[in-house]
């Protein structure tokens, strides 16, 4: 017999959390009312036996469980979230830790707070009222998360508008917001650990509403919060504020502007200490300094989901081609313009500056960094066929 489709599909997704998930199946479990179908879906980059903990787990489970283990943990936590939303069956979708800092019991209130408001997202956040957060470890980590909320709601203002905990790994989320971001250009970007802000962002969920919730200490296993993840938050911050054009404009021209420091820098050096050097050359080499400085910044940050088509070398020369065209490109613009046109200096300055840039930004934008974003990174989520499930079989121990 074919197995009804679930109510609820429950992601976990996990790493090295084997001391974990037996409570955690446990009161899951407990937490399902009667008459709700749902399953478990386990999307994990162990390194160590927990794999085998849920295999054995899964055996003696009411609900039905669905393990995927990635050979490649692509994309982190959030890689892994995104991997085990493509194997849910379910309408609605829960995202949960398997740490148990999240409460299994707040299942059912999420899904009904999203019925009754028709919202396609429903977050458990420790800030609404109600909430708490004290099962963060130490001064620490509350005042990193309580800046990355800021910093966060910041940068995106009107797609996380009413959402109080953009940080939350705990939510609800319905099977139509995250298809809707499947059928985009740029699908979903998964990096690191803070899958809540990809999801709001590129999903657009009609509607977004809130359940408080006390955030809890971790039952086994250590914090997945670390500064190589703190970084990977960062670059997924820039990652999704650039993603409108305009936005990379604007990030393109600051971190230009910033290259006049190492160029100004290195061009007092050169002048400083080679006397005897012509300006015009010192001014060339330490054209160079700038370029290398904004190819470091944007290469890391702005385009880091782009840059897989060519090697690093390539794009380099690429960019520093672009660059130097530029710097020979303004000047005899401006004496065009002061000329044929009878501008001011200044004007005509400013002027062939403005144009210089948007041709360098578009060809950096639109050539050095191909928009490949489907093709390369984007993770499109489309529902494999179903792994076969187990039926439960009796506890012995009864």
Not at 272 to 279: D, E, F, I, R, S
Request: glycine share 8%.
């Amino acid at each position: 017999m074919t197995a009804l489709p679930a109510d609820v599909s429950i992601v976990v997704p996990t790493f090295n959390e084997a001391d974990n998930i037996h409570e955690l199946l446990s009161r899951i479990s407990a937490a399902i009312p009667p008459g709700t179908r749902a399953e478990v879906v386990f999307a994990d980059d162990s390194t160590d036996h927990t794999c085998a903990v849920i295999e054995e787990a899964a055996a003696y489970s009411p609900v039905p469980v669905v393990l995927h283990h990635r050979p490649v943990p692509e994309g982190g936590l959030g890689g892994a979230v995104v991997e085990g939303i493509a194997r849910a069956s379910a309408p609605w979708i829960v995202v949960i830790d398997a740490d148990l800092q999240h409460p299994p019991e707040l299942i059912p209130d999420l899904i009904a707070q999203g019925e009754v408001t028709g919202a396609e997202l429903v977050v458990a956040s420790r800030y609404a009222s109600g909430g708490d957060r004290s099962g963060l470890d130490g001064g620490y980590r509350k005042l990193v998360s309580s800046t990355s909320t800021l910093v966060t709601k910041s940068l995106f203002p009107r797609a996380l508008s009413g959402l109080t905990d953009p940080m939350s790994g705990f939510f609800a989320i319905r099977r139509t917001a995250v298809d809707r971001a499947s059928t985009q250009d740029e699908g979903l970007q998964p990096l690191g650990y803070k899958i809540l802000l990809e999801l709001a962002v590129r999903c657009r969920p009609h509607g977004i509403a809130e359940v408080p919730y006390a955030f809890g200490e971790r039952h086994a296993g250590e914090s997945k919060s670390t500064a190589r993840e703190g970084m990977r938050f960062l670059r997924h911050l820039i990652t999704l504020r650039t993603a409108d054009p305009r936005a990379r404009a604007v990030v393109f021209g600051l971190i230009g502007l910033s290259g006049f420091v190492p160029n100004l820098a290195l061009l007092w050096l050169l002048t400083t200490w080679a006397p005897g050097l012509h300006y015009a050359p010192a001014e060339i080499i330490a054209n160079q300094a700038g370029l290398l400085w904004n190819f470091a910044l944007i290469d890391s940050f702005v385009y880091r989901n782009q840059r897989r088509h060519h090697r690093r070398g390539v794009r380099l020369l690429s960019f520093a081609a672009v660059g130097n065209a530029d710097l020979i490109a303004r000047i005899p613009l401006a004496a065009l313009f002061i000329s044929a046109a009878g501008m001011a200096a200044l004007p005509a300055t400013a002027l062939a500056m403005a144009i210089v840039f948007t041709a360098r930004f578009l060809v950096v934008d639109r050539w050095v960094y191909r928009r490949l974003r489907t093709r390369d990174t984007a993770v499109t989520v489309t529902r494999p066929a179903p792994e076969p499930v187990p039926d439960p079989v009796p506890d012995p121990l009864g």
